[in-house]
């Protein structure tokens, strides 16, 4: 029974060394080395800590000159008279010397009981040193530990990882045959003791901080702000987005910003880039900041603003930027944007441009203004840019419209024509105003091979004179402010008028008529009671006279009036007839050409005195009887002495 609970105390010891081990390689990440001796003694020989470990946040020597210790440590030793340590490392990144190097405060031999031996340090290789240090009992005592020290490194940081790099190297405990290597004796000296070994490892990695970025607020940016309003040429074609700054670690000791902003120039153009609060902000920027200039070129601006330095040209910052904030606001002006395709609601999108953030040969950030031999150029995120939006304008085209006066002109009469009616349409924030004020140009075009242009805000009367009588096609052309057109026409009827004087006798009369057309002197026919006169037209497709005869010259009831054109009887439903006790106006129109016109009456001017009426009846008796005799001779006779019939 005892054999068998030495036998479990035995597996359990051994177990508990196992696990024990086992920590201590899963720890370090490096599997242990057994080296079985001839001794009585064992152990396990180890560096503390293992992994020493160092991480930058800054692209700068930030742990170069930095020390830290580590401790080559013994456990679960027995029967340990004596022990040596032979430690390598990495002299390219790490760095000892032999008074860096000391027993350990808890060394496993007691103080006073062994001679205390300086270490020595050496070359191991072309890029590796080496660490020995001893230590012996007096008078060969053994002693045991279940955890004790040996020896105590204190190492310096020569050399420091790039961005994103690590630098790294064993700290290997060396098992070597003769005078150097590592080893543990009892006190047969001369016969090792059996030995496991648990090397350290070094690490320096360099993490940088989380990047700044840059962020074009807002995103989208709509123009016009107000919709359908024309912005081209005025105030309102201003816009502005602002440049965030974000995510700004004070570590990077960020002292220069730079910054190239592209856009379209065929839609937009730069106007200028001011530096916003957060460079500026007091709390860093103790001597204000410099060089916040705007370079504009086709289609970019390039702007930079820096922290400034002291007098000396010696950043003394204690405080640096950090966080986020308001680095810069750009401003733009939209130089495109063409009118609606129908004029009215709803706009329409008609341009876009993207406002796209890059550094300044492909750089944003320089940190670290007073490190040696330069600053370091930082790292950053893509930036998030923007897009602007160019919506079309409302407008309407313009609308001509002309008066004349007199209504009905004269020929040689001065006529004043006037468009002060015409309207363009002033889009003012997306509201069209009609005012005269927006024509600039009036074209006349008066219809007799003759025009004007006037041109001129409010320049909008005229006066002509028309040398002949007829229907002219006077155009008016307005042009706005935009270059659009609109067209007006009327047709202007000038009219010649002229008194006809007839004799007759001790009597005069006068005819009077008024027409588009060159009348030729009215003449009367008394014998057939017929008036006679020729029209000709001059310019347009359908004409008249208006002829005004007194009743005591020729008379006939309204329906009884035979009126010929050319030969062609005109019916009463083509002439209006109006008059009065005095006199009787006839309105005749004709097609265009030269016409002859016959007008016949009932009643005609007598041809002898009143006192003489009581003869004249006697002989027209006479001259009755003598017609109704011929009749029965001579039909002829009727048809040339009594005028014609008004049926053709």
């Known amino acids: 029974m005892k054999e068998k609970t030495e036998k479990l105390t035995l597996i359990a010891i051994i177990t508990l060394l196992i696990f024990s081990m086992m920590a201590i390689s899963v720890f370090s990440g490096f599997p242990p080395r057994s080296y079985p001796g001839a001794g009585k003694g064992a152990g396990t020989i180890y560096v503390d800590p293992q992994d020493s470990n160092f991480t930058s946040t800054k692209?700068?020597?930030?742990?170069?000159?930095?020390?830290?210790?580590?401790?080559?440590?013994?456990?679960?030793?027995?029967?340990?008279?004596?022990?040596?340590?032979?430690?390598?490392?990495?002299?390219?990144?790490?760095?000892?010397?032999?008074?860096d190097i000391s027993y350990a405060t808890d060394m496993i031999f007691p103080p006073g009981t062994y001679p205390a031996t300086p270490a020595t340090t050496g070359a191991y290789n072309a890029t590796h040193n080496y660490i020995l240090m001893t230590a012996t009992t007096y008078g060969a005592v053994?002693?045991?530990?279940?955890d004790a020290g040996l020896m105590?490194?204190?190492?310096?940081?020569?050399?420091?990882?790039?961005?994103?790099?690590?630098?790294?190297?064993?700290?290997?405990?060396?098992?070597?045959?003769?005078?150097?290597?590592?080893?543990?004796t009892d006190t047969e000296l001369g016969f090792d003791n059996t030995m496991t070994i648990l090397d350290g490892y070094y690490e320096n990695r360099n993490v940088p901080l989380p990047p700044a970025w840059l962020e074009i607020s807002p995103t989208l940016k709509k123009m016009p702000a107000i919709e359908g309003d024309r912005i081209v040429g005025t105030s309102r074609a201003l816009?502005?987005?602002?440049?965030?700054?974000?995510?700004?670690?004070?570590?990077?000791?960020?002292?220069?910003v730079q910054l190239t902003l592209s856009y379209n120039n065929t839609f937009i153009q730069g106007v200028l880039i001011s530096e916003g609060t957060f460079m500026n902000d007091a709390a860093w920027a103790i001597h204000g900041t410099m060089n916040n200039y705007t370079a504009i070129d086709p289609g970019r601006m390039t702007w930079y603003v820096m922290l400034a330095p002291n007098a000396t040209g010696y950043w003394d910052h204690t405080t640096w930027p950090s966080g986020d904030g308001l680095l810069a606001t750009a401003t733009l002006e939209v130089i495109y944007q063409p009118p609606d395709s129908d004029g009215v609601a709803p706009e329409e999108l008609v341009a876009s441009s993207n406002l796209t953030l890059s550094g300044v040969f492909?750089?944003?950030?320089?940190?670290?203004?007073?490190?040696e031999p330069e600053s370091d150029y930082l790292l950053f995120d893509p930036p998030v840019n923007g897009q602007v939006d160019i919506y079309s304008y409302y407008w309407s085209p313009p609308v001509a419209t002309e008066i004349h006066d007199p209504e009905i002109p004269?020929?040689?009469?001065?006529?004043?024509?006037?468009?002060?009616?015409?309207?363009?349409?002033?889009?003012?924030?997306?509201?069209?105003?009609?005012?005269?004020?927006?024509?600039?140009?009036?074209?006349?075009?008066?219809?007799?091979?003759?025009?004007?242009?006037?041109?001129?805000?409010?320049?909008?009367?005229i006066s002509h004179t028309y040398t002949l009588p007829g229907d002219y096609n006077v155009t008016l052309t307005v042009t706005d402010k935009d270059g659009r057109n609109d067209i007006a026409s009327q047709i202007l009827t000038i009219v010649e008028v002229i008194n006809h004087e007839i004799k007759w006798d001790?009597?005069?009369?006068?005819?009077?008529?008024?027409?588009d057309t060159s009348i030729t002197p009215v003449g009367l026919y008394q014998e057939r009671a017929f008036l006679r006169f020729t029209a000709t037209s001059h310019i347009g497709s359908a004409f008249f006279c208006n002829i005004t005869i007194p009743r005591e010259l020729l008379y006939s009831s309204e329906d009884e009036w035979f009126i010929l054109v050319d030969g062609t009887l005109i019916l009463p439903t083509e002439y209006v007839v109006t008059e009065n006790t005095t006199h009787t106006t006839i309105y005749i129109p004709y097609d265009p050409g030269t016409h002859t016109i016959l007008m016949f009456g009932v009643e005609v001017i007598p041809e002898f005195s009143t006192a003489m009426l009581p003869v004249i009846f006697l002989i027209m008796t006479l001259l009755a009887f003598v017609i109704i005799a011929a009749k029965r001779w001579d039909p002829s006779f009727a048809k040339t002495s009594m005028r014609p019939s008004k049926t053709p």
């Not at 053994?142 to 279940?146: D, G, H, K, L, S």
């Not at 492909?362 to 490190?371: V, Y």
């Not at 002060?420 to 927006?438: C, F, K, Q």
């Open 239 to 256: 816009f502005s987005v602002d440049i965030l700054i974000n995510n700004v670690d004070a570590a990077n000791e960020l002292f220069l």
């Open 152 to 184: 105590t490194i204190n190492f310096t940081i020569i050399a420091d990882p790039d961005p994103s790099q690590v630098l790294s190297c064993m700290l290997y405990i060396q098992v070597e045959a003769g005078i150097y290597g590592s080893w543990m």
């Open 142 to 146: 053994e002693y045991n530990a279940t």
């Open 506 to 515: 001790a009597h005069t009369f006068y005819v009077e008529t008024i027409s």
């Open 410 to 461: 004269l020929i040689e009469e001065v006529v004043t024509f006037d468009a002060s009616a015409s309207v363009g349409h002033r889009n003012d924030m997306g509201v069209l105003i009609p005012e005269n004020l927006y024509i600039v140009e009036y074209f006349w075009d008066f219809g007799d091979d003759t025009n004007a242009t006037m041109v001129g805000v409010g320049n909008h009367t």
């Open 362 to 371: 492909n750089e944003f950030f320089l940190g670290h203004p007073n490190k």
């Open 59 to 99: 692209p700068i020597d930030l742990k170069t000159g930095t020390t830290f210790d580590v401790n080559i440590r013994i456990a679960n030793a027995t029967f340990v008279a004596g022990w040596q340590v032979e430690l390598t490392y990495n002299a390219t990144i790490l760095n000892t010397t032999a008074t």
